[in-house]
């Protein structure tokens, strides 16, 4: 019985130190992030959209999407990706910088409570550059935003599932192939204006409450 008793005792130590809390979110979250970005992913993509290209492994549901949006199913949260059309047009026909850590500056949720810039070795082999942003939407409720020079990537999760999140969010950006030839070469200005409409219902769709992310999107170049 004593025997019993100690290892209850034992277990609960392990799991309140495993356990994530307001005070120390930020901290794992990083930690789970500078894992996700080494962590051994898949060379092959599943999922091909025309446009972009992705691995997506069997735990991830999709909800819903088009050419150049899609909407997952991470743990219960709705995680959307976005195709950053307006970027990768106005890169090619206006210019960026031949860095890539140039972003376009973005956000997703308000009360922004990290930010970390780095670089992942994707899928395909390629160096990308990123920008990872952390909010504190609420008390238990945090957003995450993953942003690279062509994909925004956005979810909203539980204080208790946030680090899971990040890793499955991180895989699937890291085994992205987006074609932006084919982006350019699809998009007119008028198909432009569609892509915002499309791309807009899908954030209010996911997001209804939030207006940072109507904000990203209406901002985004004409």
Same mark, same amino acid.
């Given at each position: 019985?004593?025997?019993?008793?100690?290892?209850?005792?034992?277990?609960?130590?392990?799991?309140?130190?495993?356990?994530?809390?307001?005070?120390?979110?930020?901290?794992l979250a990083s930690k789970q992030l500078d894992d996700a970005v080494t962590a051994e992913i898949c060379s092959s993509?599943?999922?091909?959209k025309g446009l972009i290209s992705y691995y997506l492994e069997p735990s991830i549901g999709r909800i819903s999407g088009?050419?150049?949006?899609? %909407?997952? #199913?991470?743990?219960?949260?709705? =995680?959307?990706?976005? @195709?950053?059309?307006?970027?990768? /047009?106005?890169?090619?026909?206006?210019?960026?910088?031949?860095?890539?850590?140039?972003?376009?500056?973005?956000?997703?949720?308000?009360?922004?409570?990290?930010?970390v810039t780095g670089s992942f070795l994707s899928g395909s082999g390629i160096i990308k550059d990123f920008r990872y942003?952390?909010?504190?939407?609420?008390?238990?409720?945090?957003?995450?935003?993953?942003?690279?020079?062509?994909?925004?990537? %956005?979810? #909203?999760?539980?204080?208790?599932? =946030?680090?899971?999140? @990040?890793?499955?969010?991180?895989? /699937?950006?890291?085994?992205?192939?987006?074609?932006?030839?084919?982006?350019?070469?699809?998009?007119?200005?008028?198909?432009?204006?569609?892509?915002?409409?499309?791309?807009?219902?899908?954030?209010?769709?996911?997001?209804?409450?939030?207006?940072?992310?109507?904000?990203?999107?209406?901002?985004?170049?004409?």
């Open positions: 019985m004593r025997k019993k008793f100690w290892l209850i005792i034992g277990i609960s130590f392990l799991l309140a130190g495993c356990s994530v809390t307001r005070s120390n979110v930020k901290e993509v599943n999922i091909n088009n050419k150049s949006n899609s %909407v997952f #199913k991470i743990d219960g949260y709705e =995680v959307v990706l976005n @195709i950053d059309v307006s970027s990768v /047009i106005t890169t090619k026909y206006y210019g960026g910088g031949t860095n890539e850590q140039d972003f376009r500056d973005i956000d997703a949720f308000p009360n922004q409570i990290d930010e942003r952390l909010y504190r939407v609420s008390d238990n409720e945090y957003g995450i935003l993953l942003q690279t020079s062509n994909l925004i990537m %956005v979810g #909203k999760t539980g204080r208790g599932d =946030v680090l899971d999140v @990040i890793r499955k969010m991180m895989s /699937i950006l890291r085994t992205c192939r987006v074609d932006e030839e084919k982006i350019i070469s699809t998009y007119s200005k008028k198909e432009l204006i569609n892509y915002k409409k499309e791309t807009l219902d899908i954030f209010q769709k996911t997001y209804p409450e939030n207006g940072s992310l109507q904000d990203m999107i209406s901002d985004s170049s004409n």
